[in-house]
C-alpha cells in the first residue's frame, strides 16, 4: 500500500451509527426471515435471505467501510460507491422481499401500536402509491443522478460531511423507487404490465449513460476539488474522470440489460402456473393487511 493510501486510511474512522444501524437491520431481518421460514418455507426460500444479506453488506462497503476514506481523492472511488448504492444494493435488497421479514423481526408490540397504524394512515398510504408508480420511480431516480453530477453540486457534497451523507441517502432512495416496479417486492401488486418493464430498463439506461459519457468525453476537469487531492493509482485527475465516467456508463448499461433479457426470457417461456407480479403466489395464513 502506498504512503498515500495509509496516510488517507490512518486519518479515516468507521461511522459507528451507519455501521450498527445495518448490523441491527440484518439481524432484524434474520429473525423475521426464519420465522416466516419455519411457518411457509416454499415462499421464503434462501436466496431470498442471501440477496438481502449481499445487499446490506454491498451497503456497508458503500459507506461503512475503508472504501469510503477514497471517495474524496479518487473520483473513481466515489464513482464506485454510487454505482453500489444505485444499481446494486435496490435490487438485492428488494429481492429479499424485505416488508414481511422486517414486520416479523420488529418487536411486535412497536409493530401493532406504532408502525402498523402508520403504514395504514391513508396519507402514507396515498404517497406510497404515488412515489411507487413506475413513471414517478424513473423520474425521481433520473432527477437525483443527474442534478448531483453536477458540478456545484458535487462540490458541495464533497466538501461538507452533511451533504454527502444526504447525496447518497437521495441516490439510495430514488434508486429503491426506480427499481421497485422491475423486482416487485413480495407482496406488492404490479402498476404497469409486465411486459413494458424492459423498455422502461431501456430507457433508465439513458441518465447513467448521459453522465458517464460527459464525463468520459469532457477535456477538462469538471470537479476542481480533486486538483487538490492527493493522487492515487498513478493517475491523472482528469483520467480519474475517464476511467469513472466509464464505470458509470457501462455498469449502467449491463445493470439495465441483464434483468430487461431475463423478464423478457421468462415472459416468452410458457408458464405451468399463474403467479402474482412478484413471482411468488400468497402465503396461505398470512393476515391480509400484509399480503
Same mark, same amino acid.
Given at each position: 500500500?502506498?504512503? +498515500?493510501?495509509?496516510?488517507?486510511?490512518?486519518?479515516?474512522?468507521?461511522? *459507528?451509527?451507519?455501521?450498527?444501524t445495518i448490523l441491527l437491520t440484518a439481524l432484524c431481518y434474520l429473525r423475521g426471515w426464519f420465522s416466516l421460514r419455519f411457518a411457509f418455507p416454499a415462499f421464503f426460500p434462501a436466496w431470498r435471505l442471501v440477496a438481502f444479506l449481499s445487499g446490506l453488506f454491498s451497503l456497508w462497503i458503500a459507506i461503512g467501510s475503508p472504501l469510503s476514506a477514497f471517495d474524496e481523492a479518487s473520483l473513481s472511488?466515489?464513482?464506485?460507491?454510487?454505482?453500489?448504492?444505485?444499481?446494486?444494493?435496490?435490487?438485492?435488497?428488494?429481492?429479499? @422481499?424485505? @416488508?414481511?421479514?422486517l414486520l416479523h423481526g420488529l418487536p411486535q408490540w412497536f409493530v401493532r401500536i406504532t408502525l402498523g397504524p402508520?403504514? $395504514?394512515? @391513508?396519507?402514507?398510504?396515498?404517497?406510497?402509491?404515488?412515489? +411507487?408508480?413506475?413513471?414517478?420511480?424513473?423520474?425521481?431516480?433520473a432527477i437525483a443522478l443527474v442534478l448531483w453530477h453536477i458540478p456545484s453540486a458535487f462540490e458541495l457534497a464533497l466538501r461538507f460531511d452533511s451533504w454527502h451523507e444526504i447525496e447518497h441517502a437521495c441516490f439510495l432512495s430514488t434508486s429503491l423507487l426506480f427499481w421497485w416496479p422491475v423486482i416487485q417486492p413480495f407482496?406488492?401488486?404490479?402498476?404497469?404490465?409486465r411486459w413494458s418493464m424492459p423498455l422502461y430498463l431501456f430507457l433508465g439506461m439513458f441518465p447513467s449513460g448521459a453522465v458517464g459519457a460527459?464525463?468520459?468525453?469532457?477535456? $477538462? *476537469?469538471?470537479?476542481?476539488s480533486y486538483d487538490e487531492a492527493? $493522487? %492515487?493509482?498513478?493517475?491523472? *485527475? %482528469?483520467?480519474?474522470?475517464?476511467?469513472?465516467?466509464?464505470?458509470?456508463?457501462?455498469?449502467?448499461?449491463?445493470?439495465?440489460?441483464?434483468?430487461a433479457v431475463f423478464?423478457? %426470457?421468462?415472459?416468452?417461456?410458457? $408458464?405451468?402456473?399463474?403467479?402474482?407480479?412478484?413471482? %411468488? @403466489?400468497s402465503p396461505p395464513g398470512l393476515p391480509t393487511q400484509m399480503r
Open positions: 500500500m502506498s504512503p +498515500t493510501a495509509q496516510s488517507i486510511l490512518a486519518e479515516w474512522s468507521a461511522p *459507528v451509527v451507519i455501521n450498527v472511488v466515489h464513482m464506485v460507491q454510487h454505482i453500489l448504492l444505485m444499481l446494486a444494493i435496490p435490487p438485492l435488497v428488494l429481492l429479499g @422481499a424485505p @416488508a414481511l421479514p402508520f403504514l $395504514r394512515w @391513508a396519507p402514507v398510504q396515498s404517497l406510497g402509491t404515488l412515489f +411507487t408508480h413506475p413513471l414517478v420511480c424513473w423520474i425521481l431516480a407482496p406488492s401488486e404490479a402498476r404497469w404490465p460527459f464525463l468520459v468525453f469532457c477535456d $477538462r *476537469v469538471l470537479y476542481r492527493p $493522487r %492515487l493509482f498513478g493517475m491523472t *485527475v %482528469l483520467e480519474d474522470q475517464i476511467l469513472a465516467g466509464s464505470l458509470m456508463w457501462v455498469f449502467g448499461i449491463f445493470a439495465c440489460i441483464i434483468p423478464i423478457t %426470457l421468462k415472459l416468452l417461456s410458457p $408458464r405451468e402456473i399463474q403467479v402474482n407480479s412478484s413471482g %411468488l @403466489a
